[in-house]
């Protein structure tokens, strides 16, 4: 059943009137009967029925007047609902972030103070590419199929974080080598950092021996802090070092670094906020 000739059977059942329904309607006469007769040919029932110069409801319009009291709402409603579904799609960005969590985080809470309306719906998942913004590092292999709009690359330079107080503290850079017999800090949620400095510590001739994980960078800090070790740390990923206590180290030998890079790819329905944030995440690089 068409809904337009619904919509015009219950104006025309709430007043019994065809004159007044089609001025409210914005309609000629003619069409408004038209339509009603062919909504009575397809259901094969009538709906109204003469009584002198007026017009009644016959018992399946009566019927059909009280089921249509509670569709027609429902169904004005729901455009409004799709409107505002529309609205809340249109207004989220999605992001796949596998690299430099941190640092993403800290630039939506930024963007977000220019820009309250905006969403971010966010995950880490290295096999799902359906996002509007990718954010990863060498090492993960692209989705051949995911055509991206723009991308940038951007070299993430990776220090030594030691406490102040320790002989390496007291030189601007150092070769990796010198720190093999050394315990190391990680991050337990950075499998693909971890991955990276594995493979520069196997190149200056080492294999670190973890001692500790934690999930917060804060956490990383205190611990190095007191002594009992010491971390890679990127140079944008995790922010700037919070604790006094700390100091960052060049590597020279290897020279430890990573590609961060940032895509804007094309989705559908299209987020009025992706490509403005995407340039706000690129440029604070």
Request: proline share 4%; charged share 25%.
């Amino acid at each position: 059943m068409d809904i337009q000739k619904l919509k015009y059977f219950h104006t025309t059942a709430q007043f019994e009137h065809i004159t007044r329904s089609s001025e409210v309607l914005h309609i000629s006469q003619p069409s408004l009967t038209q339509a009603i007769h062919s909504l009575e040919s397809e259901l094969g029932v009538p709906l109204f029925q003469r009584e002198g110069r007026k017009i009644a409801l016959t018992e399946f319009g009566v019927y059909l007047k009280q089921r249509l009291d509670v569709l027609i709402p429902e169904f004005d409603h729901l455009a409004i609902e799709m409107e505002e579904l529309k609205q809340s799609v249109t207004k989220k960005v999605r992001l796949n972030i596998l690299a430099a969590s941190s640092f993403v985080i800290n630039a939506i809470m930024e963007y977000k103070k220019e820009n309250p309306e905006a969403i971010f719906d966010f995950e880490q998942n290295e096999t799902k590419y359906n996002c509007d913004i990718l954010i990863t590092t060498n090492g993960l292999k692209n989705d051949p199929e995911k055509k991206y709009l723009h991308r940038c690359v951007k070299k993430e330079n990776i220090y030594l974080a030691v406490p102040k107080d320790s002989k390496y503290a007291e030189v601007s850079s150092i070769d990796l080598s010198t720190v093999k017999d050394e315990s190391f800090i990680m991050l337990s949620n950075t499998r693909l950092f971890g991955a990276i400095c594995s493979r520069y510590c196997s190149i200056a001739g080492f294999y670190p021996k973890v001692i500790f994980e934690s999930d917060s960078p804060t956490a990383v800090q205190n611990i190095i802090s007191m002594g009992a070790g010491i971390a890679f740390w990127p140079e944008y990923s995790w922010g700037k070092l919070q604790n006094k206590n700390l100091k960052l180290v060049t590597i020279a030998e290897p020279v430890c670094e990573r590609d961060l890079i940032v895509e804007l790819h094309e989705r559908h329905p299209k987020s009025i906020y992706a490509e403005d944030f995407y340039n706000f995440l690129t440029n604070s690089l």
